[in-house]
């Protein structure tokens, strides 16, 4: 069974530093990784997502992430942290076939931006 | 706007009641699907369908029925709501046809609140 770990609940970091949220994934064949964002009372929006090919994945509002098989990681990161960034962030394994679109999420990671 | 809506945005029930939760998306989607996030912003997939056939149902109880009148519509209904409902429901949409390439598109959520 697939399964996303997200080891930081909580993270606060200063305006323009820069930033790393940590995703660790279990899947038993080749993941199909996302990063969603969540701020307070909106839906999930899409930051960026990996399939295959190159391992470092731009998204948008200036975030990337770098899938890592031998780590099984999905690390995701900002150079300069806005404000506006402040949200939760929710690492997501998804599958293929029968269960495509059964993603797998992580806990969730608080982001608090300081001015 | 090309979007996911669901109504309502909020649901405060009593115990025992039955309500309903409407979700419709304008994306030409063919696959709509319902996801639980619990106090613990824990995400579950619940239900999906593709153009109107359920393809992935989880273990959830049977008091919650889906249903699907067209593919640009899922709606949720909830018989004899207990307190252990009360959460936000997610509703989302992806092109299936298009594969791993059409990411989840979620709605604002639906916060439940059964007393």
């Known amino acids: 069974a697939q399964s996303v770990t997200q080891p930081d609940i909580h993270i606060t970091v200063s305006e323009g530093a820069s930033l790393e949220l940590r995703c660790n994934y279990s899947?038993?064949?080749?993941?199909?990784l996302f990063w969603y964002v969540q701020s307070p009372g909106q839906g999930l929006q899409l930051l960026l997502k990996?399939?295959?090919?190159?391992?470092l994945v731009q998204g948008i509002k200036g975030f990337e992430a770098e899938f890592k098989r031998s780590q099984s990681s999905f690390n995701l990161r900002k150079p300069s942290v806005h404000w506006s960034d402040a949200a939760e962030y929710f690492c997501a394994v998804g599958a293929g076939g029968t269960s495509y679109g059964k993603l797998t999420f992580g806990q969730g990671t608080i982001l608090t931006v300081h001015p | 706007d090309t979007a996911v809506s669901q109504t309502p945005k909020y649901l405060v029930t009593q115990m025992g009641n039955d309500k309903s939760i409407k979700c419709e998306q304008n994306?030409?989607?063919?696959?709509m699907y319902w996801y639980k996030q619990d106090s613990k912003k824990f995400l579950k997939i619940m239900f999906s369908y593709n153009n109107k056939e359920l393809i992935i149902n989880e273990t959830v109880p049977n008091r919650f029925s889906p249903k699907s009148p067209d593919k640009a519509h899922l709606n949720l209904h909830i018989n004899s709501l207990e307190l252990g409902d009360s959460a936000v429901y997610f509703c989302?949409?992806?092109?299936?046809?298009?594969?791993?390439?059409?990411?989840?598109?979620f709605g604002n959520g639906t916060r439940l609140t059964v007393t």
């Open positions: 899947y038993g064949a080749t993941p199909y």
């Open positions: 990996y399939f295959s090919g190159d391992t």
């Open positions: 989302a949409s992806s092109n299936r046809r298009v594969g791993l390439g059409s990411p989840l598109h």
């Open positions: 994306l030409g989607h063919d696959t």
